[in-house]
């Protein structure tokens, strides 16, 4: 069990090894892309062509993609919710300029971006129904998530190291799918959030190493710890308007999944990567019950590939409300 008064201490000693990695991975505003880079300018006298255009394409899109596209959107535009948790987890103080709480702050200055641009892109699309987009993200913000980080450090590092690395796998898939099925400015969109994504899985990735520097035993027990309760997705709460909670989110995973966007193939892969960058395999130095979860995490991908083989993906679609 991880000491709460002990992890704050850590938290801190380490904030200045924290910031060499904050700086390497966050970038300022000026020197980043901005949604308006991708998106017509409404000044332009061409404006009305441009937005024919991206109908045009958008309409040639497959059912299922369009389904994941917006899905994807929906998550990321619950980034209030992601924010206001993290901003909770022990050693991040939002005052004395704390290197966590600027990181953190960077980071939702960053991903901000990602909702804008997509939300801008689906009501330029006219194939969605905004109406209920936008309640279904009112609802997803509203009910919050609960993927069993608690506040704690480490677990909330694994937690976004393995979202960031999802989440830039399935932006990088819709974009190559995009990409085949004719968007290539699309393609172009989804492909540029997708190396945001992996940006910002290095730098969570760094900070568990560099945690593994202070009490390794307690990291990877935490791992362990998060890795049996399972990594559910932000989104896992996303319902439609007149229906139950988390009502949508596994038809929507499983649009992903038939397109091959997002399978239970990838959640080993990434796994297996995690496993790999934190070097678990070579840990030493382990308290007995940290030699356990050294173990578990070990056995764990082969495990799953034997689920994932058992398990068949759904092939009936659901009409989503949010898409024409
Ligand atoms: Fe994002
Ligand atoms: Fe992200």
């Given at each position: 069990m991880t000491k709460i008064?002990?992890?704050?201490?850590?938290?801190?000693?380490?904030?200045?090894k924290a910031l060499?990695?904050?700086?390497?991975?966050?970038?300022?505003?000026?020197?980043?892309?901005?949604?308006?880079?991708?998106?017509?300018?409404?000044?332009?006298?061409?404006?009305?062509?441009?937005?024919?255009e991206i109908q045009e394409l958008s309409k040639a899109l497959d059912y299922d993609l369009f389904s994941v596209l917006i899905g994807d959107t929906i998550t990321e535009e619950a980034l209030p919710t992601y924010q206001t948790w993290l901003m909770q987890t022990e050693g991040f103080d939002q005052q004395n300029s704390n290197t966590w709480a600027t990181w953190l702050r960077g980071w939702t200055a960053e991903e901000n971006?990602?909702?804008?641009?997509?939300?801008?892109?689906?009501?330029?699309s006219g194939r969605v129904d905004m109406w209920q987009f936008q309640v279904t993200v009112q609802y997803l913000i509203q009910d919050g998530f609960f993927v069993g980080m608690e506040h704690n450090p480490y677990k909330s590092f694994v937690y976004t190291s393995f979202?960031?690395?999802?989440?830039?796998?399935?932006?990088?898939?819709?974009?190559?799918?995009?990409?085949?099925?004719?968007?290539?400015?699309?393609?172009?969109?989804?492909?540029?959030?997708?190396?945001?994504?992996?940006?910002?899985?290095?730098?969570?990735?760094?900070?568990?190493?560099?945690?593994?520097?202070?009490?390794?035993?307690?990291?990877?027990?935490d791992f362990a710890a998060m890795m049996k309760h399972?990594?559910?997705?932000?989104?896992?709460?996303?319902?439609?308007?007149?229906?139950g909670k988390g009502d949508i989110f596994n038809h929507f995973s499983n649009s992903a999944a038939r397109l091959e966007i997002y399978t239970g193939r990838d959640y080993v892969v990434i796994l297996e990567k995690l496993l790999k960058r934190w070097d678990i395999e070579h840990r030493r130095e382990l308290n007995d019950e940290g030699q356990r979860a050294r173990d578990y995490l070990m056995k764990l991908p082969g495990r799953l590939e034997a689920v994932i083989k058992r398990s068949k993906v759904p092939q009936e679609r659901h009409r989503f409300k949010w898409l024409h």
């Open positions: 008064s002990e992890v704050v201490e850590i938290m801190k000693d380490a904030e200045s060499p990695i904050v700086r390497k991975y966050l970038a300022p505003p000026e020197k980043l892309w901005q949604p308006a880079d991708f998106l017509p300018v409404t000044t332009d006298p061409k404006f009305p062509d441009s937005v024919r971006r990602h909702g804008d641009l997509l939300n801008t892109y689906l009501y330029l979202q960031e690395l999802a989440t830039n796998i399935t932006h990088r898939r819709v974009a190559t799918a995009c990409k085949a099925q004719g968007n290539a400015p699309l393609a172009k969109i989804c492909a540029t959030i997708a190396s945001d994504e992996k940006r910002h899985a290095n730098a969570y990735m760094d900070f568990i190493n560099l945690l593994f520097e202070y009490n390794p035993s307690d990291v990877i027990i399972g990594i559910l997705m932000p989104g896992h709460m996303m319902q439609e308007f007149g229906e």
